[in-house]
């Protein structure tokens, strides 16, 4: 495993942020380097120094950031995260059956559904297919002997692509 894939793997969501901003500056050729927060700094020291260093000053402007090579590499690894996503949930709601999108867009309206609030047997194989992890677009849980749906995260994401879908048609 490469040092910035273990490096991606253990930085929380406000340091991704960070990676994100300190890096928007080259990328999109943004006028000024980005300037941190007080709060943004204290993530940013923990980074900033040694082999491993994510951050760079801007030797040009005072209290201004930059991504290292590393730090670059890092934020590379999250962005191709980020397209594999948005291209496996593309793909997951063209291929979708019309009775698999309805189930699906059930679940997503009433946020957590039972076997039993299901319309019928049929219904009920569908959303175990759904929460299959071959799909992986719902969860199962069991209370009190009930079978309950609810999405994931990526079920979530594929019923916004097919909303997206709808609006677009």
Not at 84 to 113: H, K
Request: proline share 7%; glycine share 6%; charged share 15%.
């Amino acid at each position: 495993m490469s040092i910035a894939v273990e490096i991606a793997q253990k930085l929380t969501p406000a340091e991704r942020n960070v990676l994100g901003r300190a890096g928007a500056f080259r990328w999109f050729g943004l006028p000024h380097p980005w300037q941190p927060t007080p709060s943004q700094v204290q993530l940013l020291r923990r980074h900033l120094h040694g082999v491993r260093a994510l951050f760079a000053p801007v030797p040009t402007y005072l209290g201004a950031y930059t991504l290292t090579p590393l730090g670059e590499q890092v934020a590379a690894v999250f962005l191709m995260a980020v397209l594999e996503e948005v291209q496996q949930t593309e793909w997951l709601a063209g291929r979708l059956t019309p009775l698999q999108r309805s189930v699906l867009c059930l679940v997503a309206t009433l946020g957590d559904v039972t076997a039993l609030e299901l319309d019928s047997f049929q219904y009920i194989v569908v959303a175990s297919a759904l929460a299959n992890p071959e799909y992986g677009l719902l969860d199962t849980q069991d209370f009190r002997d009930e079978v309950h749906f609810t999405l994931t995260p990526l079920g979530d994401a594929v019923v916004e692509e097919l909303l997206v879908g709808v609006q677009h048609d």
